[in-house]
């Protein structure tokens, strides 16, 4: 999934600075017992923010300055959704996902890790999960995801993904053949929308890991 770029702080690793990609950031910090790092959504704020305090910038929501066209354009989101993201660690790597109520960020849904996964394949069951869970309750509100291949894949109800089967991800390529198996067995008017990361910051399921 396209993601706006970013550059991380690393006040406390085995290197400290601003690293323009999560990579060489999580070179840092990985091993490191009580490293301190987090993601600034440009590089003067990132700069700013090293030469001061962790504790001063942790917890605290990022900002990034958003064109009135932009806004024109994409609006505010509906608050009356839910919104799913998914998160690995690796690629594949340890993997789960997740769906929230757009508003509250009150977790509906949580399931992982699962030991071999991928991100496309998280947010894929993501969306189907959220899409029974709505119909299930009868509910109007849409669904919310950052993910144009998941959106992609949930169209053409199959999860196109290049991972192999093997004995390490038998669970999770169980749950794609229900998630498919229910796209092609069942009918939903849900709304599924793309969020727009770049105006409205980070998806409210998201992990917060980057």
């Keep these: 999934m396209a993601k706006a770029k970013k550059f991380y702080v690393v006040w406390k690793g085995k290197h400290t600075g601003?690293?323009?990609?999560?990579?060489?950031?999580k070179a840092q910090i990985q091993g490191f017992q009580g490293a301190q790092y987090m993601s600034f959504l440009n590089f003067e704020e990132a700069k700013k923010a090293y030469k001061g305090n962790y504790n001063d910038y942790k917890g605290k929501k990022k900002t990034q300055?958003?064109?009135?066209?932009m806004l024109k354009k994409?609006?505010?989101?509906?608050?009356?959704s839910i919104c799913v993201d998914a998160a690995s660690s690796g690629n594949?790597?340890?993997?789960?996902?997740?769906?929230?109520?757009?508003?509250?960020?009150?977790?509906l849904f949580h399931k992982g890790p699962f030991p071999d996964g991928t991100s496309n394949i998280g947010e894929f069951l993501a969306l189907v999960h959220g899409l029974a869970f709505l119909q299930k309750q009868h509910s109007?509100?849409?669904?919310?995801?950052d993910s144009k291949i998941a959106i992609g894949w949930i169209a053409k109800k199959k999860c196109n993904t290049k991972l192999k089967p093997s004995s390490k991800n038998k669970e999770l390529f169980d749950l794609i053949k229900r998630a498919e198996t229910w796209l092609n067995t069942n009918s939903y008017t849900t709304k599924i929308v793309k969020w727009e990361t770049k105006?409205?910051?980070?998806?409210?399921?998201?992990?917060?890991?980057k």
């Design 140 to 145: 109007n509100r849409i669904i919310y995801s």
């Design 74 to 80: 994409f609006g505010t989101p509906n608050l009356n």
């Design 65 to 69: 300055i958003v064109s009135p066209e």
């Design 18 to 25: 601003v690293f323009e990609s999560w990579v060489d950031c």
């Design 199 to 209: 105006v409205w910051g980070e998806i409210p399921a998201d992990f917060g890991r």
């Design 92 to 107: 594949p790597g340890k993997m789960e996902y997740r769906g929230v109520e757009t508003k509250s960020k009150k977790v």
